[in-house]
């Protein structure tokens, strides 16, 4: 007999998870339903602060594959339908078509539950109100495009200093606003040690834009027709034709829960290595819904990212289709950029390796993409935290300009293998004047945690 899958949400990880388990099994053996609400399905999330700023010109080119192009590859993938209530027991979902409110139940044999995350939205006076946007899905970045398209104004005010905050910044001011970013936090990029979100604060502030630390918003202010006009801080207010929330995201979980699906600390869906939710046989979850392995920390943690949820959702439709994959866990790699600044992080910060238990030591060093010599060399921080007894690495952060950031993907695969800083100093990276120093930035950082290490009475 012919099985059924349903798979709730059309992006990143359930439409990876569909397609595999589409390249695994005929439509005559598995029946594919795909429920996503929005328009779109299959795009790239991240690509929005660039379609902002006008580096990329179409939505469509953040596309990876279209719902038609699903379609004939026979998913039904149903959009603007909305997953209401997952009955287990029943193995049936109830959804929702939004255009017209007509509910019905859809049985399954397996369920993927890929529902994302959304955009953090605290209960502030004026946070729904018209020019308050968050940037989660294409059409959040449509709206935002028809706000700024409609108003006169040219202040900006952009709530949050993470990634998503720090490359909506950048984009607002490439659209000539003035901006101003208000960070909760002592320094922005708190996925960064205050020490290394610094420079990040001072890059910030030399492109122009006004960066306001341990700013508490209280409100939104708004004008007799009810549209944003200012943000209302503890001590301050900053007027705002237009204001961008990049506070973070939660795990969209509240139908699993509601299922009985369990979840973690973090609030993500908990499954085990195959992506199969705990405690069921038919039920997978993945991407920006579920927690994920700290293979460093040794704990689980909600860390979402596209790159993850593509994964996922290969290592399910493999699972779903009759295969085994696995996904054994992340160390937390993440990159950006601000302009030509370039941010990235892997492994543990300091707070991070506290809470872990772990004892360590760090290094920091100056040093430059290429031979000091050779034309465009640019200037870069490394930091790296080492274990103090054993020299394991345990993090690394790099700010620099052009070709600082991919670095840290040395450091990700030292990070994976379990290196010590010491054996991270033999690697034999590409060397030539116009890529790297004779000593690579990275390798530079390795020795001198090693130097470290040693200092502390490592054997």
Known sequence: MRERLVVIGGDAAGMSAA????????PDELEIIAFERGHHASYSACGIPYWVAGDVEDPEQLVARTPEEHRARHIDLRTRTEVTEIDVAGGRVRSRRLPDGQEVWTGFDKLVVATGARPVRPPLPGIDAPGVHGVQTLDDGQALLDTLRGTKGRQAVVVGAGYIGVEMAEALLRRDYEVTLLNRAPEPMTTLDPDMGRLVHEAVTGLGIRMVNEAEVTGIRTDEQGRARAVVTSDAEYPADVVVLGIGVRPESELAEAAGLPVGDFGGILTDQAMRVRGQSAIWAGGDCVEVLDLVAGRQRHIPLGTHANKQGQVIGTNVGGGYATFPGVVGTAVSKVCDLEIARTGLLEAEAREAGFQFVTATVEATSR??????????????LAERRTGRLLGTQIVGREGAGKRVDVAAVALTAGMTVEQMTALDLGYAPPFSPVWDPVLVAARKAT???RAHGAG
């Open 371 to 384: 031979a000091g010599y050779f034309p465009g060399a640019a200037s870069m921080t490394v930091k790296m």
């Open 19 to 26: 397609s595999q388990a589409r390249r695994l099994k005929d």
């Open 451 to 453: 130097q470290a290490v």
